[in-house]
């Protein structure tokens, strides 16, 4: 389960209830305030995957409270419910209470994958905080691709991540490099409420006013 020091993946945390649930919450999510989209990059091009965003609007490369980049909207707060989910990912994954009730997470980003998204290797940075992220998977298995600190390259580990799957990034790897190179269609249970793609939520603290 742990895969580097404050690195721990938790298989199969959602039952299928709960993964409907957030399915719901994500579908309402995408309709508005501010609309899923596929983000810009500066240079021109166009993220593969979908996103929408609670708390903070997130843009490459800073957060914002409004939509610049999609319709100017104030983006959906992030609810207290996510904050209670968050903590309590936080106290299961690490085995510590602690660290859990010190949690409190104030953005969401929300990213939906068709069969034919992928996400390259990033690091995530835009956040001033070191707290961890809480992912949560839900739809088709994917391979999640785990790196370093130093570079995009090896060495890496991919783990396959599944429907209900939690993962806790912290400790010295909450800057490593990580990606989605590969989507498996159709390889979830229709019970996880998906028709098809793959959902996952990323919960952060900005550390922004
Ligand atoms: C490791 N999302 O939104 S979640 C992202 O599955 C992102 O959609 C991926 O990378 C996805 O930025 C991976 C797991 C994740 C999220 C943040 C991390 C892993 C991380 C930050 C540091 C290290
Ligand atoms: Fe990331």
């Known amino acids: 389960r742990q895969l580097a020091p404050g690195v721990v993946h938790v298989p199969d ?5 709960a993964q409907r649930e957030l399915v719901v919450a994500c ?13 810009r990059l500066p240079r021109g091009g166009v993220m593969s995957v979908q996103t929408v965003c609670l708390g903070w609007h997130w843009q490459p490369y800073a957060y914002t409270r409004t939509a610049d980049d999609v319709n100017g909207a104030r983006v959906a707060a992030f609810p207290d419910w996510m904050v209670a989910l968050g ?5 299961e994954a690490y085995g510590d209470a602690a ?12 990213n939906f994958y068709d069969e034919a998204a992928r996400l390259g ?10 707290a961890p992220v809480v992912s949560l998977s839900i739809g088709d298995n994917c391979v999640f691709r785990f790196g370093n600190t130093e570079n995009r390259g090896r060495p890496y580990t ?10 806790v990034f912290g ?5 490593a490099y990580h990606g989605v ?22 919960m952060r603290v900005t550390g922004l006013g």
């Not at 945390?13 to 209830?17: E, Q, V």
């Open 121 to 130: 290797m990033h690091q995530d940075k835009e956040e001033r905080s070191g």
């Open 99 to 110: 660290a859990g009730d010190g949690y409190t997470p104030d953005t969401a980003l929300i």
């Open 181 to 202: 190179p590969k989507v498996y269609p159709g390889s979830c249970d229709p019970a996880c409420g998906l028709r098809g793609g793959r959902l996952n939520i990323t």
């Open 158 to 167: 991919d783990v396959e991540l599944r429907s209900g799957d939690l993962f």
């Open 87 to 91: 903590r309590r990912a936080v106290t």
């Open 27 to 39: 579908r309402g999510w995408a309709r508005g305030p501010v609309p899923i989209r596929h983000t």
């Open 171 to 175: 400790g010295p790897s909450r800057f």
């Open 13 to 17: 945390w959602l039952d299928a209830a």
